[in-house]
């Protein structure tokens, strides 16, 4: 029997001894807010929908509610408010160890008389951030646990959006519309980190497993072009991510074993009586726990763990603390490779950590005041050493990397009336970096680059929302952003709109003008000019797009949509190689030891699709198209595809889930996800140079003109949930690539100057057990 077969036999076979015959019940608890300010709303309503008999809550001056003795499974719950529209949270899933928290905002009517009628459950997909209009959605934790193979991780997630896609199936870098993974802006908590992943070096590589916790992951946003004015330094897209709060009545707590890590969480109040939390997770590696009885990884041991804690901490009715920090180590050592006269060694280290504090106060009259602070950084090691042992020569090379940055931010919203509400705030970034790269031959070293560098970020925005009825409302902004490193100051104009037509279709389009730095060891690279050496890059300017975007949006069913949504962007101070012999560009999204000129540029276009039916009735689907093309122009004038120029993606996944036992508490559920990509880009050997010296190196006028073989993947997951009165459990496997399909990764040449192909993964299963207690 094969280990596969084998999981899936002890799977079905816990899922059936465990059935239940008891009927169970759990409380439902959050919080009723004002959608422009975050304010709590005082006298909501708040019903239990299919209930008999009926049952429902009122919020009081915190705007916290609580509903108890709601049945087990899944449920819908309606937010009413006078003078606010009504609102409708749909198929929330109900276990039975652990209370169910929301945080639902209502919108205010531009009429108080009018009478709102719910023809369709709401709440499903729309961003958290009410600026924006186009290319944005939310997403919660439980799409993260649901979508095959995604184990948790909301990057893993976010690759079925339209769009998305990713070029490495071992790690979590995610493209947005042919832009480079190092394009797009991560968010925690309101504040700029780096990108939050194990294994991951900021400018050189994203990571492979990520650092959030799904314990702690909150409904969060995700952005794929013009996006409001409250975010700067990104250029494809924004990843905001909110972390949740704790219980604050009880102690509860969960175990988690599974292929990509073992971890414990624990949530609860300081004291009773007080609505402070404290929320608290750590991982280690299930794999390097395994190494240690039995090798299941023969010549590596990828090693991690990490640590995140949010503190929730209310000073008053309308005064908020909140202090969190998640942080992160990761290594990997390689055994030493032998290959007839060769023998070769790594070792990689990092680590990331991520620490921020929020204070809020709500002011009376409609307004809001948040201050953060934050501090984030990155810091890696790889040392790699060859051998000959005919020779008993020496060689190899190592990159010692160092990132940290202190933030203070500050924003402050006003809502003048129903129809206006305004958006201000600042950030100001010192940053920091020492890197230092070498390279070795027995007992002679070079250092290639030993730079120390810093910089300061400063960055403001202004915007606000108008709304002309509750059918038709525009937002206009503009952020404005100064790098001291090349003393550039960009001015970037932000537009949305959203046109309710009727019921079923909505109208959208969007404008803004993006800008982002690139690592600073890139500004500070020196580069010898015969009598010395340089740093001919602190001259470079901000890298620039000016996205256009329209949108429609057709409620094709009751609970679901197709949305169509078309793209261009020009991008402009594109950083390419000054040298018009060489045609890299960074929109390559790869570190470049050369001097740059901001001369280029680029453009990306396309035409996206969704068709998605929302979870309900126990089932869901969503089914992405995206068409796209993007090109870069070099120094030498000529335009050439970008490295993520891939043409083509295409994503389906959806799920059903079967309700079990005598009284319907457990729950099964299947899921399936297919991946269809253009294959990646290559570029040919330079032949002729390689006949005149015998040294490889790509025909620099023929740069990614090779398209590879598409790429295809199927994923699937199965899961059983088991309902007890004390305790709930989850088993669950996850497969990636069941059909073992053989994708290609990339092209390199051998010395014969042959050229030679590696491969994506092969079939992996992620088995996964949970409990909740």
Request: negative net charge; aromatic residues 12%; proline residues 3%.
């Amino acid at each position: 029997m094969s280990g596969t077969t084998y999981s899936l036999f002890i799977f079905f076979v816990f899922c059936f001894a465990l059935c239940q015959a008891q009927t169970l019940t759990q409380t439902v608890k959050g919080t009723v807010l004002d959608s422009e300010t975050g304010a709590p709303l005082l006298g909501a309503n708040v019903i239990l929908l299919n209930a008999e008999p009926a049952k429902g809550a009122i919020t009081d001056e915190a705007g916290y509610f609580r509903l108890e003795g709601v049945p087990v499974g899944r449920a819908s719950f309606q937010f009413t408010y006078l003078g606010y529209e009504d609102f409708v949270v749909s198929e929330i899933l109900i276990g039975s160890a652990k209370e169910v928290a929301l945080k639902v905002s209502l919108t205010e009517a531009l009429n108080a008389l009018d009478e709102v009628v719910l023809v369709a459950p709401t709440g499903t997909g729309k961003p958290n951030n009410k600026l924006a209009t186009v290319s944005a959605r939310s997403f919660s934790v439980e799409e993260t646990k649901r979508f095959p193979a995604s184990v948790s991780d909301p990057g893993r997630m976010a690759l079925s959006f339209a769009g998305v896609t990713n070029g490495d199936d071992t790690s979590n870098e995610i493209i947005i519309r042919g832009n480079a993974p190092n394009q797009l802006l991560w968010r925690v908590e309101g504040i700029e980190v780096p990108e939050p992943n194990h294994f991951s070096e900021e400018g050189y590589a994203p990571g492979n497993v990520s650092l959030i916790s799904s314990n702690l992951l909150g409904k969060s946003d995700f952005f794929t072009g013009a996006f409001p004015a409250t975010y700067g330094n990104a250029l494809s897209g924004v990843f905001d991510i909110n972390l949740r709060n704790g219980n604050n009545e009880k102690g509860e707590y969960a175990f988690q074993f599974g292929v990509l890590g073992t971890d414990l969480t624990a949530e609860g109040p300081f004291k009773k009586g007080y609505k402070g939390s404290y929320l608290i997770n750590y991982r280690y590696s299930t794999i390097a726990i395994l190494n240690q009885i039995v090798d299941v990884t023969p010549g590596s041991t990828p090693t991690y763990q990490d640590v995140s804690i949010k503190l929730h901490l209310p000073l008053g009715d309308r005064t908020k603390l909140s202090l969190w920090g998640i942080g992160g180590i990761s290594d990997e050592d390689e055994d030493p490779e032998v290959n007839g006269n060769f023998s070769s060694e790594e070792v990689f280290e990092s680590k990331t950590y991520l620490s921020g504090l929020t204070l809020s106060h709500f002011f009376e009259g409609g307004s809001k005041l948040e201050g953060r602070i934050s501090y984030s950084g990155n810091a890696s090691d790889y040392i790699f050493e060859g051998r000959n042992t005919a020779s008993n020569d020496v060689f190899g090379d190592s990159d010692i990397l160092r990132n940290s940055a202190f933030r203070v931010s500050t924003d402050y919203t006003k809502k003048i009336s129903a129809r206006t509400t305004i958006n201000a705030g600042g950030v100001l970034s010192l940053l920091n970096y020492n890197v230092r790269t070498a390279t070795f031959e027995n007992d002679r070293s070079r250092e290639v680059v030993n730079e120390k560098g810093n910089g300061t970020m400063g960055q403001a925005y202004v915007q606000g929302k108008y709304r002309f009825n509750s059918d038709f409302s525009t937002t206009l902004g503009v952020h404005g952003t100064y790098f001291s490193v090349n003393d550039d100051f960009v001015v970037e104009p932000r537009f949305g709109m959203e046109w309710k037509v009727n019921a079923n279709h909505t109208l959208s389009a969007g404008f803004g003008v993006h800008s982002r730095r690139m690592p600073l060891n890139q500004y500070f690279i020196k580069i010898p000019d015969g009598t010395g050496f340089t740093t001919p890059n602190t001259e470079v300017d901000l890298m620039q797009a000016v996205h256009y975007i329209i949108g429609h949006d057709w409620r094709i069913i009751r609970d679901g949509h197709i949305k169509v949504e078309a793209y261009y962007q020009d991008l402009n101070k594109v950083a390419v190689t000054s040298n018009p012999d060489f045609t890299a560009s960074y929109l390559n999204g790869r570190f470049i030891p050369a001097a740059f000129t901001d001369t280029g540029v680029g453009r990306n276009y396309g035409l996206e699709f969704t068709f998605e039916k929302f979870f309900s009735r126990q089932y869901y689907f969503l089914a992405t198209a995206s068409l796209y093309d993007t090109q870069y122009r070099a120094a030498d004038g000529n335009w050439y595809d970008s490295a993520y120029n891939y043409s083509y993606t295409f994503n389906l996944v959806g799920g059903k889930e079967f309700t079990v036992g005598k009284t319907q508490n457990n729950i099964i559920g299947v899921n399936a996800k297919t991946l269809f990509n253009g294959g990646k880009r290559a570029s040919p050997l330079d032949q002729e140079f390689f006949d005149a010296t015998g040294e490889t190196r790509i025909d620099e006028q023929l740069r990614n003109t090779i398209e590879l073989d598409s790429y295809f993947r199927l994923d699937a997951s199965v899961y059983y949930r088991l309902n007890r009165p004390k305790a709930s459990h989850r088993i669950s496997l996850d497969i990636q690539n069941l059909t073992n399909r053989e994708n290609i990764d990339e092209v390199f040449f051998n010395d014969e100057g042959e050229i030679r192909t590696s491969l994506q993964l092969e079939l992996i299963p992620f088995l996964n057990y949970r409990i909740e207690f």
